[in-house]
């Protein structure tokens, strides 16, 4: 069975930073690109980075140069490190399977985490 588990969301202020973290399994992690998706309130979802399994990273516009994403295959685990936050980044973020994955296919629990929210207000 698939599970990815998502940690490290919290409150912070703008210009703060988070780290969360996907603990994965189920499959074999090495071999699979993985990615962040988040939703903030009354939004749609949006694509946020992705990773593939030959260390290739690309990142949404927006979180460009703010945000990196990471793994370690020795663990099972992806993470998202979340600095200069903005009010605009609040959101529940979710690990997902794939690099670029097809957002339709939310929440179905196979490729999607239950998600950690991030909330950023002064």
């Known amino acids: 069975d698939v599970q990815l588990v998502e940690s490290g969301g919290g409150v912070v202020q703008p210009g703060g930073s988070l780290r969360l973290s996907c603990a994965a399994s189920?499959?074999?992690?090495?071999?699979?690109?993985m990615s962040w998706v988040r939703q903030a309130p009354g939004k749609t979802l949006e694509w946020v980075a992705g990773?593939?399994?030959?260390?290739?990273?690309y990142y949404a516009e927006s979180v460009k140069g703010r945000f990196f994403i990471s793994r370690d295959n020795a663990v099972n685990t992806i993470y998202l490190q979340l600095n200069s936050l903005k009010t605009e980044d609040t959101a529940m973020y979710f690990c997902?399977?794939?690099?670029?994955?097809?957002?339709?296919?939310?929440?179905?629990?196979?490729?999607w985490g239950q998600g950690t929210q991030v909330t950023v207000s002064s």
């Open positions: 189920g499959f074999i992690f090495s071999e699979s690109g």
């Open positions: 997902a399977k794939g690099f670029r994955p097809d957002l339709s296919t939310f929440p179905q629990r196979e490729l």
């Open positions: 990773i593939a399994t030959y260390q290739y990273t």
